[in-house]
């Protein structure tokens, strides 16, 4: 069994807004490759039906676009802000 590195057992739900570009970022380049793994796979006689590797890479590149996207909105609307959850409460 792989290890998980200590550094991404830090992550929370309350990350800065440079660290959440970093998660963007991320998120886009696994598009991008899921993108590309379509491409390679789709067959080369025009109007063939896609197959199921294509048909999945396109579905996992399509979901990770949908996760930016929430992601995106999510932040527009403030909702990383100051999470009340975060507050110290009267223990300190």
Do not use: V
Request: net charge negative.
């Amino acid at each position: 069994m792989k290890k998980i590195s200590k550094k991404s057992k830090e992550l929370t739900a309350d990350n800065t807004d440079e660290e959440r570009g970093k998660w963007l970022s991320l998120l886009e380049h696994s598009s991008m490759f899921h993108q590309q793994m379509a491409m390679e796979h789709r067959s080369e006689i025009l109007g063939a039906e896609p197959n199921s590797e294509e048909m999945f890479h396109l579905a996992c590149s399509a979901a990770i676009e949908d996760a930016i996207l929430l992601i995106q909105i999510a932040a527009e609307q403030g909702m990383f802000d100051k999470m009340p959850q975060y507050n110290q409460g009267p223990a300190g």
